[in-house]
């Protein structure tokens, strides 16, 4: 699934097309990299911990997603705000066309925060059943989608994201929720 937009747009669309997407994807998974590095396998322990102890997972899983969120989003919204002076620095101004494509790309991650804690989660409360579920549920019409925009070249599947991720941010999150007991609400 991770490299799908690249092996349809390589089939689809000019070679030229597929560059383009693959740097901006590159700049928009730097704040991931950031962001992400070891929080999971962390996060992964100190969830299996309070399972163990009898305390309550939601309140990790929303304390948790809160920190996240707090540094999250920033990075997010100034690589967006930034895009053209970030990718002037990174690629040079002959790529001037990725541009959008990662203002977009940082834009509809913005809803991804919740799903960075979810497999830690549903492992710890035994319910890593409900990472395939969810998977099976979310992957395939987020592969159509993404097929239906390589048609229309990188731009639009860079856009494909903001139906691509709350799709599979939500059908996550149902699983989380129906685990830990979270309203809508509180998170």
């Known amino acids: 699934y991770n490299v799908l937009a690249s092996l349809l747009m390589g089939k689809l669309q000019p070679l030229a097309s ?9 700049i928009c998974q730097i704040a991931d990299k950031v962001v992400f590095s070891g929080v999971s396998s962390v996060a992964l322990a100190v969830m ?6 009898g305390h309550s997972l939601k309140y990790a899983y929303l304390k948790g997603v809160a920190y996240i969120t707090a540094v999250y989003w920033p990075i997010l919204c100034l690589l967006a705000l930034l895009a053209h002076p970030v990718v002037m ?14 203002q ?28 395939l579920r969810a998977s099976l549920i979310s992957l395939p019409p987020s592969a159509v989608i993404i097929g239906l925009a390589a048609t229309q070249g990188p731009l639009a599947v860079a856009a494909s994201q903001f139906l691509t991720i709350p799709l599979q941010v939500l ?13 809508w609400g509180e998170l």
């Open 18 to 26: 597929v560059a383009l997407f693959s740097r901006a994807q590159s």
């Open 48 to 53: 299996a911990r309070s399972e163990r102890e």
């Open 89 to 102: 620095v990174m690629l040079g101004e002959r790529w001037h066309e990725v541009v959008p494509m990662v």
């Open 104 to 131: 977009a790309m940082a834009l509809a991650t913005l809803i991804f925060f919740p799903a960075v804690l979810s497999y830690p989660e549903l492992v710890a409360s035994g319910g890593i059943a409900d990472t």
């Open 171 to 183: 059908v996550v999150l149902r699983q989380i929720r129906r685990r830990i007991g979270m309203g």
